[in-house]
């Protein structure tokens, strides 16, 4: 126990570490966001070595805005009737950006879905920051049938192939229980296009990407049933 003590503490150090700022292109939102010396590193690779009991952290992907979010998160807040009255879960939140946004639009519950230690500490200061309320729930949802939600809202969840093939099954069942499906994304190589009607496109910085913070197209679209 003294060594596990010696673990940095998430949400003291992203709160000392990180810089809470307004989003690039979503001032209604700030979020706490990494910067050239926030040291993200030590929060990673902690000083009491590697814990064989909790899974080892992932790459942090809450300390960005990428485009995907970004995107959903102002279609929400420009349309504001899609997320009103309606329980809506975040799915992969990481930062918390489309949660926030979608309580900011009204939504009368959010539900955020993040696997990673140090993204859940940072969503609930996001959240704080942001005076939103957001049922965080740290596991891997797409394991097992939809929670009890009228909308998905999904953005940036298929940057990598076994993430996108693992997302796909989950999002059908979501369809399969009359649950509707946005994804938010810059049109990613394993985004899975034959599944998807566009609905938007704004331009967007992502921040978190490697096309840096110059604004690019990023979409908005509804996941569909195989046809």
């Known amino acids: 126990m003294r060594e596990r003590a010696k673990r940095l503490d998430p949400a003291e150090f992203i709160r000392a570490n990180m810089r809470l700022a307004p989003v690039p292109s979503l001032p209604e939102i700030r979020l706490y966001l990494a910067h050239p010396g926030s040291g993200l590193r030590r929060l990673l690779e902690p000083d009491d070595g590697p814990d064989e009991s909790e899974a080892e952290p ?3 992907y809450w300390a960005y805005a990428w485009a995907g979010g970004a995107v959903l998160a102002r279609y929400i807040l420009d349309r504001p009737s899609i997320v009103a009255g309606k329980r809506v879960l975040d799915l992969g939140a990481g930062s918390g950006l489309v949660g926030i946004a979608a309580a900011k639009a009204g939504a009368r519950e959010v539900i955020a879905a993040e696997i990673d230690r140090n ?3 940072a969503l609930g200061l996001n959240a704080q920051a942001n005076g939103v309320a957001i049922q965080i729930r740290a596991e891997d949802v797409t394991a097992g049938p939809p929670p ?3 909308l998905v809202l999904a953005g940036d969840v298929f940057y990598a192939q076994d993430v996108g093939q ?8 979501c369809l399969a229980a009359g649950i509707d499906v946005l994804v938010g994304d810059p049109g990613r190589a394993w985004l899975p296009r034959t599944r998807l009607c566009l609905l938007g496109e704004y331009q967007v910085p992502d921040v978190g990407g490697n096309g840096g913070s110059e604004p690019k197209p990023s979409a908005v679209l509804a996941f569909v049933a195989e046809g």
């Not at 693992?166 to 069942?173: A, E, G, K, N, V």
């Open 119 to 121: 993204g859940v500490a």
């Open 166 to 173: 693992r997302m796909i099954p989950f999002l059908d069942r």
């Open 148 to 150: 009890a939600v009228d």
């Open 58 to 60: 992932q790459p942090p």
